[in-house]
C-alpha cells in the first residue's frame, strides 16, 4: 500500500513564513534591480556627456533583457510551455519564475534602450564617447550569433511539434538529439542567452576603466545595486526551491542562478577598480588608442569641436521643443 505523505503541523507553520520572506525579497531585489538603471541615465544626463562609458555594453544589454523578458513571460504564461516544463521537472513542477522576474526585465529593457539613445548626439546633443569607447565588431557579431542561434532552435521546435517525435531505442538514449528539441528549449535558449550575455557585456566596460585608468563616467551606485539585487535573488531561489522541496527549482531555472552569481562576481571586479585600483582618479580624456595617422589628421578637428558650447549642439529633443540647430557630433565618434 502506497503512504501518503501529509504536511506536518511543523511544515505547516513555517511555509506561510517562507512564502512572505520569498515576497519581501522578491520585490526587494526587483526594486534594487530596477533603480540601478537611473544612476547612469541621469549621470549622463547631469554631465551632458557619455565619456567614460563602454557603448557595446547597452547593444548586449538591450538583447539580453529582451531575452529575459520572453523567457520569463514564456514561463509564466503558457500553457504549453509550463506543461513541458512539469513533464521535464516533476520533483518541482512549477517554475520558480514570478511576476516580479518579469516586471523587471521589461523595465530594464525598456531603460537599457533610452540609456542607449543617450549615445547618439543627434538625440540628445550629449558628448560623445571617444574610439575606446565605440561598439566593437565582436560584439555586433555575437548579437548576430546570439539571434540566429535561437532562430534554428525555434525553426526545429516548430517542425517537431508539427510532427510529434516516434520514439526510438537506438536515439532517444543519446544525450542530444534535434528531434527532442521543444518548445521549452527556446525559453532555455532565451535564458542561455541572457546568461551569455550577462558574461560578456561587462567585460568592454572592465577594459574601458583599465584605459582610462579610472571609473569616472560609468556610475558606481549602478553596480552596488546590482550586487545585493543579485545577492537577494540567490536568497529567493533558494527560499522557493525549499518550498518546492526538491534543488530542481535551482536547476530548473539556470538563468536566474547565474544571473546571480556572475553578475557579483563581475560587480566585485567594478567595485575594485572603483575603490581600491582607480580610486579618486580621473579618466585620461586622450584618445591614446589611436594611431599616429589618425590623431595628426584628427587633433585639431577635435580641439576645435571640444570648444563649442554644449548648448549650441542640436539634439533631437531641442528640436522638438522648438530649439532647431544643426546637430554635430563633438568627437566623430558616435556608436555604431
Known amino acids: 500500500m502506497q503512504t501518503i505523505m501529509t504536511p506536518t503541523t511543523e511544515e505547516n507553520s513555517w511555509r506561510p513564513v517562507a512564502e512572505a520572506v520569498s515576497w519581501i525579497v522578491g520585490w526587494t531585489y526587483f526594486a534594487l534591480w530596477t533603480l540601478s538603471f537611473y544612476p547612469q541615465l541621469l ?4 554631465r551632458r556627456s557619455t565619456l567614460g562609458v563602454a557603448t557595446s555594453y547597452f547593444p548586449l544589454n538591450i538583447l539580453g533583457f529582451l531575452c529575459y523578458t520572453l523567457y520569463t513571460s ?3 504564461y503558457s500553457p504549453v510551455i509550463r506543461t513541458e516544463y512539469a513533464a521535464r521537472y516533476p520533483n518541482a513542477p512549477n517554475p520558480t519564475v514570478r511576476f516580479n522576474d518579469l516586471a523587471f526585465a521589461l523595465h530594464a529593457f525598456i531603460l537599457a534602450s533610452v540609456t ?4 547618439f548626439p543627434s538625440i540628445w546633443g550629449y558628448e560623445a564617447g571617444r574610439r575606446r569607447e565605440r561598439t566593437i565588431p565582436f560584439v555586433w557579431g555575437v548579437i548576430i550569433g546570439i ?11 516548430v517542425g517537431n511539434e508539427a510532427e510529434p517525435h516516434v520514439p526510438d531505442r537506438q536515439t532517444d538514449g543519446d544525450f542530444f538529439s534535434l528531434d527532442q528539441i521543444n518548445y521549452l528549449d527556446i525559453t532555455t535558449a532565451f535564458s542561455l542567452s541572457k546568461l551569455l550575455v550577462t558574461l560578456i557585456k561587462y567585460l568592454p566596460q572592465i577594459y574601458t576603466n583599465y584605459l582610462n585608468k579610472s571609473t569616472e563616467g560609468f556610475s558606481i551606485y549602478q553596480i552596488l545595486m546590482d550586487f545585493f539585487g543579485g ?5 529567493q531561489l533558494g527560499i522557493d526551491a525549499g518550498l518546492e522541496g526538491s534543488w530542481e527549482g535551482v536547476t530548473g531555472n539556470l538563468v536566474k542562478t547565474g544571473l546571480g552569481l556572475i553578475s557579483m562576481g563581475l560587480n566585485i571586479v567594478f567595485m575594485t577598480q572603483h575603490y581600491l585600483i582607480y580610486r579618486g582618479q580621473k579618466q585620461d580624456r586622450n584618445d591614446d588608442d589611436y594611431d599616429d595617422e589618425d590623431r ?4 585639431e578637428d577635435r580641439e576645435e569641436a571640444r570648444e563649442v558650447r554644449r548648448d549650441e549642439r542640436t539634439p533631437l529633443v531641442g528640436h522638438l521643443e522648438g530649439r532647431y540647430r544643426d546637430a554635430r557630433d563633438l568627437d566623430g565618434d558616435i556608436s555604431e
Request: charged share 10%.
Open 116 to 119: 542607449y539613445s543617450q549615445f
Open 296 to 299: 595628426d589628421g584628427e587633433d
Open 231 to 235: 545577492l537577494l535573488s540567490l536568497v
Open 43 to 46: 549621470q549622463n544626463h547631469t
Open 147 to 157: 539571434i540566429s542561434t535561437i532562430a534554428i532552435i525555434t525553426a526545429v521546435a
Open 74 to 76: 514564456l514561463l509564466l
